[in-house]
């Protein structure tokens, strides 16, 4: 089955600079990847999503990069926010079956 | 509008009791899911549901573990005989499903079996 490899599992960086979290998967079949964001307390939240035809994505300060051959995926957040702060789940889904398979999540801490 | 909703969100249970907790998708949402998230992991698959059909229970744990959606809208996790390492959140999510991937996540019920 899929296998999601995510890192790194902590992540501390300056307000106002650049985050990259940087994932794996195994199964060659995976064509969806999304990025969630879960704060203490809360559900998981969908903040950005990428499929197997297309690169990359952009939306505001987030961007995804995808890796098809490499099967990497990596989620960029740029000019960084008290508000970033949470652990973020990288994941990988096939029509397969529809079940999304998650990484082990990286805390990201923005620093004032 | 109204976004996936669970009950409760906490519950203790002593050991050897039987639990059942709820998750309500979102209004339209044919495919519903399960998951289950030990402290400091990510969320790891239960079971699929696809209107009232299951489609896939291979994330459950044991036996003692049964899912039913019965009019494929509202559904019902429910765990006997708890044990200690059942303690976790279950997370309920839901989606438009016809090939729509995106999944949609409840705040989760934390259980703690004591």
């Known amino acids: ?112 | 509008g109204a976004g996936v909703s669970q009950s409760p969100r906490y519950k203790v249970a002593k050991r050897g009791q039987d639990v059942a907790l709820r998750c309500d998708p979102i209004s339209g949402h044919v495919s519903l899911f399960w998951y289950q998230q030990a402290l400091g992991q990510g969320p790891e698959f239960l079971t699929y549901f696809q209107n009232e059909a299951q489609l896939d229970k291979s994330g459950l744990p044991s036996d003692r573990f049964f899912a039913e959606r019965p009019e494929g809208s509202v559904s019902t996790l429910k765990i006997q005989r708890t044990q200690q390492e059942d303690s976790a959140v279950y997370l309920c999510a839901s989606s438009l499903g016809g090939g729509s991937y995106e999944q949609y996540f409840g705040p989760g019920t934390r259980l703690t079996v004591t």
């Open chain 1, 1 to 112: 089955g899929e296998n999601v490899e995510q890192h790194p599992s902590t992540l501390s960086v300056q307000e106002g600079d650049s985050a990259v979290i940087k994932c794996t998967y195994s199964d060659s079949a995976s064509n969806y990847f999304p990025w969630y964001k879960q704060e203490l307390g809360k559900g998981p939240q969908l903040i950005i999503d990428i499929r197997s035809n297309v690169g990359e994505k952009k939306d505001q300060r987030i961007a995804v990069t995808l890796n098809k051959t490499a099967k990497h995926f990596s989620l960029h957040i740029t000019e960084t926010q008290p508000e970033d702060s949470a652990v973020y789940f990288c994941a990988a889904s096939s029509n397969r079956d529809d079940k999304i398979i998650f990484g082990k999540g990286t805390r990201l801490h923005i620093l004032p």
